[in-house]
């Protein structure tokens, strides 16, 4: 446990708490529900869970408006649950991260409450205010990220207050002393209780332009050089100034003797901007890499997207995710819903050099949900104009109503939508998906420690990607329906066909199919293990048993 560099060789799990475990009836997943489930998590191989936000909260934007960022919010189970959680997680080795939400808080938040007061009210300046543009309007051509301007006028005061998200989340002022300090308080609170870290909510954009000049405007295609040299949201976002924050952040995190994590929601404008946000060494320790996320589960897009990873992150560690509360789980963007391709997609995601994040449902090839227009929760809206709730529904736990995630009798608040699989029916199936992703956690388990040196990708034919990992294992996946040959020497030691396991790669591989390959001669295991690669890879399917 006091490993201080866990999360490089871990596996990270993102719980969404509201629609992991109900464990009271009311139809709300909650926190009690979270440590209920805790063995299939340890069973797993999960090293650590990321909570979305837990505390009180209006949930305007599902918990990402917070009214009080030292409690937790009732319907959750309240601070007594968090630690019953944290307790029972380090029993099983297992590490609780929460989401820090520092861009903005609730419209209810005490602070802006008393801001709201007038313009000598104490919390007045912890959020940016400004006088209207000469002809009335907002101050500056900011846009909130869910839509509209970034502004809203507030009549008794005669200013507009900033939000980059909806109305209800008005944007602190990170110019402020007052906040820096009071956030410093927070973050030890936490970790004093116990919390291995935090996940950092719009991380790349706290900080705003001090003088809140206008984003540049591209001009519209095919009328000429743009209007500005500078990209668009170079002033309401990726101020150099934000890095001063994370290094405040990173120096209270290395102060506690076994050193807290952070991890940053970067939406960084492209690999090098990312590594930045690691700050070589002094800021954050992971940095969500959206390029990866976003990119379409195609052999040549995504050989692109590593290798120039791996030439931004040399000196940083890269965190890998395919899923998440936002964009949507890989079930259905990256597969459509195909086995196959989630057997792929989960290889990809478990096998590359560096962190790899799981959200909940993610090791069943849970796909998201249609959720009717009469059941919609979520007020923002996605990039594809999808809505948000499609991602977020309860996890099944069971093919019985309720799914296992509530009670039968219970509606819970988000649809479960047609319940067509389950972890408990994965789990009684040795061929199922779940059997898969814990197969590759297991595998990776097995590489924890060696030293292989550096990630390099392979030249291979068209749809096949494939990577060595130093002078260990290559990984080979083939993200085409069509059979394809690649010759590499060497014995599969584990493919999502089993019936491969224990030969060589001399024919061709199916489409949407993946292996592990090892050459003896590499020497990463013994010669003997090697010619026995059947046996390596039922020792890593079957040891632990079910
Ligand atoms: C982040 C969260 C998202 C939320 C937004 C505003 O992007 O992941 O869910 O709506 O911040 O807090
Ligand atoms: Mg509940």
Known sequence: MADATWWKDGVLYQVYPRSFQDSDGDG???????????????????????LNPIHPSPNRDWGYDVSDYLDVAPELGGLPALDRLIAEASSREIRVILDLVPNHTSDRHPWFLDALTGRDAEHRAWYVWADPSPDGGPPNNWRSAFGGPAWTFDGPSGQYFLHNFLPQQPDLNWWNDDVRNEFDRILR???????????????????????LRDDPIAAPPGTGPPASADPPETFSMHRPE?????????????SYESPRVLIGETWARDLPDLARYYGGGEELHLAFNFAFATASLEATALREVIEATGVALADAWPLWTASN????????????????????????????????????????????????????????????????????????????????FTRPDVEPWLPLGRVTTSIAEQRADIGSVLHWCRCLIRFRAALRGSRFGSQEMLDAPEGILAWRLGSGPVFVVNLGSRPARIDLPGTIVLASDP?????????????????????????WISDADAARGAAFARHVRWEGGR
């Open 28 to 50: 709300v997943g909650d926190l009690d529900g979270v440590a209920m489930r805790l063995d299939h998590l340890a069973w797993l191989g999960v090293d650590a869970i990321w």
């Open 189 to 211: 609170t936490w970790f004093d209780r116990g919390v291995a870290g935090f996940r950092i909510d719009v991380a790349h954009a706290i900080v705003k332009d001090r003088d």
């Open 242 to 254: 934000v890095h001063d924050v994370l290094r405040r952040w990173r120096r209270i995190a290395d």
């Open 325 to 404: 509360h936002d964009i949507g789980r890989l079930a259905t963007r990256w597969a459509g819903g195909d086995e196959a391709r989630v057997r792929c997609g989960l290889f990809v995601l478990l096998m590359l050099h560096g962190t790899p994040v799981l959200y909940a449902g993610d090791e069943i090839g849970l796909a998201e949900v249609e959720v009717p227009e009469s059941r919609r929760r979520d007020e923002g809206v996605r990039a594809d104009g999808r809505g948000r709730d499609g991602g977020r529904t309860p996890v099944p736990w069971t093919s019985e109503p309720g799914a296992g």
């Open 499 to 523: 019936s491969r396991e224990g030969d060589t790669l001399d024919s061709a591989l199916d489409g949407w199919s993946c292996v592990v390959v090892l050459d003896p001669q590499a020497g």
